[in-house]
């Protein structure tokens, strides 16, 4: 887990300047304690996350980064 933490915080720090200066260790704890469930479904994966989590908007933000 703590690979795949790293490895999407080097991604998203390319995809989204706003996290350019974040620690590695800042962005696994953040990545981590996300309160979300993963849905599977219809040869799909979705990620639902809490309506009131503080970095929801960050992550839909990476996501969006991310399909472009």
Do not use: C
Not at 41 to 54: A, D, S
């Amino acid at each position: 887990m703590g690979v795949f933490a790293y490895n999407l915080s080097v991604i998203m720090r390319y995809k989204v300047k706003k996290h350019w200066k974040e620690e590695h260790n800042t962005f696994r704890d953040w990545f981590i304690e996300l309160p979300a469930k993963i849905l599977t479904g219809g040869r799909q994966t979705k990620m639902k996350i809490y309506e009131q989590y503080y970095f929801r908007e960050d992550w839909e933000k990476f996501e969006q980064a991310l399909l472009v």
